[in-house]
């Protein structure tokens, strides 16, 4: 089986923070009040390159979306995935406060992402 290369481009161009296990909770809180994003990926992950390469085809779309990145490759941080009940990659958490909104699973183009984002607000709005 070929190894699929990571790029790591798109954690640069969006700056996004790696967490790990031990530094999860306080990396997400560092967020204050904007709207947290973790990006769960994988090595080896096909499906992964797209999402970046489809995020990275339309940055400021991207960037107006106002969201703090986070990102963390549930290969090597297995707790994680485990943590969170991952069951594949690209999974998207968001977060607000701390406190976990919901989840955006694969990339099904900008629009859906647009719209898991707008949703996560609107949880923010009616607390």
């Known amino acids: 089986m070929t190894s699929v290369p990571v790029d790591s481009t798109a ?14 909770d306080a990396g997400v809180a ?10 769960f990926w994988d090595v080896d992950c096909f499906n992964c390159e797209i999402a970046k390469k489809a995020m990275l085809a339309q940055p400021d779309a991207i ?13 090597e941080h297995r707790e994680l995935g485990k ?10 958490f968001f977060f607000h406060r701390g406190k976990r909104l919901g989840r955006a699973t694969g990339w099904h183009g900008l629009q859906q992402f647009e719209a898991a984002v707008k949703a996560a607000r609107e ?3 009616a607390v």
């Open 11 to 24: 954690f640069a161009v969006f700056d996004m923070q790696a967490l790990d296990a031990a530094g999860f």
């Open 30 to 39: 560092s967020a204050g009040d904007e709207l947290a994003m973790v990006f």
């Open 63 to 75: 960037r107006v979306l106002g969201l703090r990145w986070f990102h963390s490759n549930v290969y």
């Open 83 to 92: 943590r969170f009940g991952l069951h594949g990659v690209p999974t998207w």
């Open 123 to 125: 949880k923010i709005r």
